[in-house]
């Protein structure tokens, strides 16, 4: 089987990869690569695997859709996994938690951490006509909290894997910690945001939300319309990551990360082998 052009990439090879990958993610092994039969070859190809995808780890225990994840919205994100532009995964209410989580390591899987500032979506933004605007998705917002994401390396070298792929992946997404929602904080202000994250209280770095992509808003900006071309619209209720402003770190059993935002609180997790 080959692919000579993007239009052949249909919905059954989407279907065939999304197995591939959903099936790798529930036994907790690692993966290697998708064969080049199935694999998606544009980041385009990669976002219909990830839908495709969704709906199967849906019903296979991850419940119901719960939002989207934002990745490389900062310079340091974009160097340390070599992306040009942000990426969108999905996230899953099973794997949302409010304050504080303990989570379990479970080699051969590594998991890390990420540095997140975080909003709750009050109106569906479904497209369909002129792109969003900033102000736009802010008049959208009806929470904002800051938030740690877990990320996970399920790869046996991830670095060898395309881009694509990763996105087909949700894009190394695990579970994500929320802290309290401020429902009347201006979104606007979230540029303005400091925040820092330590791990054992150690601190391993701290940026501020104008990091991300100039402002948090245009980092929501980029996701809504993303997603009203892929037509998977970005809808009430959902929970947004804007993105991280420290680099991600890895963690082990024993492990006790907390971010702090000097605007929105903490928020923290800890790590154990049980």
């Known amino acids: 089987m080959t692919m000579e052009s993007h239009e052949e990439y249909s919905e059954k090879l989407a279907l065939l990869a999304a197995e591939l990958l959903v099936a790798s993610r529930l036994a907790g092994r690692q993966f290697s690569s998708l064969p080049v039969q199935v694999r ?107 938030a740690i994401e877990v990320v996970q390396d399920r790869y046996i070298d991830y670095r060898a894997l395309d881009i694509p792929t990763l996105v087909a992946d949700d894009f190394f997404h695990y579970g994500c910690v929320l802290g309290v929602e401020d429902e009347s904080r201006d979104p606007h202000e979230l540029g303005d945001a400091t925040a820092s994250m330590s791990i054992n209280g150690v601190d391993v770095g701290h940026g501020r939300g104008s990091d991300i992509l100039g402002h948090p808003l245009v980092a929501l900006a980029w996701l809504v319309n993303n997603c009203a071309v892929l037509g998977t619209p970005v809808l009430a209720g959902d929970i947004v990551l804007l993105g991280s402003v420290v680099q991600t770190q890895w963690v082990d059993s024993g492990d006790v990360v907390v971010v702090h935002n000097d605007m929105l609180g903490d928020v923290s997790a800890s790590f154990s082998t049980r």
């Open 40 to 146: 998606p070859r544009t980041v385009e190809d990669g976002y219909l695997v990830q839908r495709v995808a969704r709906d199967v780890l849906s019903h296979s225990g991850f419940g119901r859709h719960g939002g989207w994840k934002i990745g490389c919205t900062t310079s340091v994100m974009q160097e340390f996994l070599g992306v040009e532009s942000p990426v969108s995964g999905a996230m899953f209410r099973h794997s949302m938690w409010h304050g504080q989580h303990r989570f379990a390591v479970a080699p051969p899987c590594v998991l890390g951490v990420e540095c997140e500032i975080a909003v709750r979506l009050g109106d569906d933004l479904p497209g369909g006509g002129q792109p969003y605007s900033t102000g736009d998705v802010a008049d959208a917002v009806s929470a904002v909290m800051a």
